[in-house]
């Protein structure tokens, strides 16, 4: 079986520079629809492509690959930047970035995930869902920053006002979205019958199981950065971090569901039995959470609803 070719390109608004496995030369093309196409029908049948994702900038390349039939494998700048410096890389220049993923792509392919285009539908509920988040958080900026004012203008009740139907749109917009899939509606509404799940996690849920194909819980839990971090050596035993990979605001959603469900007749003892063994209060909240994230992720793969009486109350000891 003939082994794959790799290409590595680092992104800039303007340029790309391009590492082709083979050649010794990093070429730079511009970053517009007609150089990159002139590029893929250059390379060799079957190449592969690495590529860091950098906000919007390398979504021309990706869109563009994929649709000429390359695979394209879109990068964590965290994961490249803890491998330069792995290597012992005292430099970084566009040239070096395009060699070290593609150094990066040889050697760790067989462990990625090619990408996969996402709907246009997927496109828009991924964003209304950032621009929400980041809206929510300018919202509860303004808000803070008055709250030791002597003095409140009164446009600031206006500005709020504002704010409040600004999110009201998103949240209207989100949900027609949702409702427009027959099999994104389904899932989201099977999940608001969970404890905890209102309209925006049942949604956001029900948007991350069915974009990408989790082979099981776990390895959702894993994307949306509810794993721990392992550090142990010998006879030591490291603290447990999260990894707090993936969409962040899925988390911080999941922890606001547990925290409501806590104080439910259902949930109550869970947290109260992992608060007993010594967790600290956010520990026990982020244990509720992921259990909450397993079940969420069972229903959406199995399209039925939730099932209080199968949730068991787990043992007080280790």
Known sequence: ???????????????????????????????????????????????????????????LLVRTAIAAGRTVYVLNARDLAHYARALGRRAKTDRLDAQLILRYLQ???????????????????????????????????????????????????????AFEALIAELDARLQALVAEEDTLHSAATHLRTMVGFGPLLSASMAHAVKRHPFKNADAFIAYIGY???????????????LSKRGPAELRRLLFTAAMSACKTKLWQPFYQRYRARGLSTTAALVVLARKLARIAFSIVRHNVDFRPELVKVPCAQP
């Open 1 to 59: 079986m003939k082994s794959p070719v790799f290409a590595g390109v680092d992104v800039s608004r303007r340029t790309l520079d391009t590492a082709l496995e083979g050649d010794t030369q990093v070429r730079q093309i511009d970053n517009r629809l007609a150089p990159i196409r002139r590029w893929l029908h250059s390379l060799p049948e079957g190449c592969a492509i690495g590529v860091e994702s950098t906000g919007n900038l390398h979504q």
């Open 107 to 161: 050697r760790e392919h067989e462990h990625l995930h090619p990408y996969h285009l996402p709907s246009a539908r997927q496109t828009e509920i991924a964003e209304l869902i950032g621009r929400r988040h980041r809206v929510v958080k300018a919202q509860g900026a303004l808000q803070q920053s008055f709250t030791s004012s002597s003095h409140r203008p009164r446009a600031l009740g206006r500005t709020l006002r």
């Open 227 to 241: 794993d721990p971090r392992v550090r142990d050596s010998g006879q030591w035993r490291g603290r447990r971090f």
